[in-house]
């Protein structure tokens, strides 16, 4: 008997064109099949921002409310990441903002009142690199800023974890690239004090790849 493929991948469903647009990128990536995420997912949530960026953030996956809304980082992590570029001296408007997974994998709460993020298995978020790749190829960035432990995952390997690669310069197709921690993880802190210090050092790394960017 033939071994099943849990996951098939993107590949087979990127455009045919080599070098494909953003536009013609977000509308294939409504029709991927290449994961099982599409199954409970309302949607795909492709990247937005400035087409040819200098600077390409890559987050996990998108949430609840981008699950909804269609669009990366408009809920209440985007809004942090946004008070953190402005402190940095970017704003959105300054980068190109996308996931490492395009659909939002979850759970029913309890009480089934709430989807619960959960996060994306190796195997899907390897099926999913193609688009994240294609991303890249078309906004050529000078510099990639992986946001998050799963974000940094899908980039560099699961032998490379946040704590170790952060403060570093790393690498992703011969482009510099920095890690940071997700902006969802400032919102998890309980203690105000503890969350200040924990989005202050978002701040700086993203002052500190803004740095490295103009070196």
Known sequence: MAQRIEHPGASAYLPDASGAGLDELAVAVQ??????????ATQAVFGTGLRHARIMLVG?????????????????????????????????ADVYLTNAVKHFRWRTSPRGKRRIHERPTTGQMVACRPWLEAEFTAVQPSLVV???????????????????????????????????????????????DDRAETYRG??????SAQTLLET
């Not at 029709?31 to 409970?40: A, K, S, V």
């Not at 996990?60 to 940095?88: C, H, K, M």
């Not at 978002?202 to 002052?207: A, F, K, Y």
């Open 60 to 92: 996990e996956q998108p949430g609840d409310v981008e699950d909804r809304a269609g669009a990366p980082f408009v809920g209440p992590a985007g809004g942090v990441l946004d008070d953190a570029l402005g402190e940095a001296g970017l704003a959105r």
């Open 31 to 40: 029709h991927c099949r290449g994961c099982n995420l599409y199954e409970d």
């Open 202 to 207: 978002l701040v700086d790394d993203l002052r």
């Open 146 to 192: 992986a946001l998050g432990a799963t974000a940094v995952s899908s980039l560099f390997g699961p032998s490379v974890g946040l704590t170790a690669s952060r403060g570093r310069e790393l690498r992703w197709h011969d482009c510099p690239a920095v890690a940071t921690i997700h902006p969802s993880a400032v919102l998890r802190v309980p203690d105000s």
